[in-house]
């Protein structure tokens, strides 16, 4: 099992910057693949950013050159910096972390970007 604790998320004007962290515990061995998705309410939860254990990374093209996923592996960490925020990043962000091909997920920390 992993488990996962989400923080960094807030209320902040639109043009701000947040930077979301994600702590992955319990048995971490095995983790590949970290990363973010968020949902809106009555909408489906959609991928924001991945990053492999090598550090290669994909993003969704609305979050592409504003937003920036990181991991740092001996903490088992993941980070998403968020700059150039837009009202429509208001969500639910959620991190991902696959074990030996199982997801697992955090319960969620909410972003709010106001106009």
């Known amino acids: 099992q992993v488990q996962l604790v989400e923080s960094g998320g807030g209320l902040v004007q639109a043009g701000g910057s947040l930077r979301l962290s994600c702590a992955a515990s319990?048995?971490?061995?095995?983790?590949?693949?970290m990363g973010w998705y968020r949902q809106v309410p009555g909408k489906q939860r959609d991928l924001v950013a991945t990053?492999?254990?090598?550090?290669?990374?994909n993003y969704a093209d609305s979050v592409k050159g504003r937003f920036t996923i990181s991991r740092d592996n001996a903490k088992n960490m993941v980070y998403l910096q968020m700059n150039s925020l837009k009202p429509e990043d208001t969500a639910v962000y959620y991190c991902?972390?696959?074990?030996?091909?199982?997801?697992?997920w955090g319960k969620g920390t909410l972003v709010t970007v106001s106009s």
């Open positions: 991902n972390v696959r074990r030996l091909g199982v997801p697992y």
């Open positions: 319990g048995s971490s061995f095995g983790i590949n693949a």
């Open positions: 990053i492999t254990s090598g550090g290669s990374t």
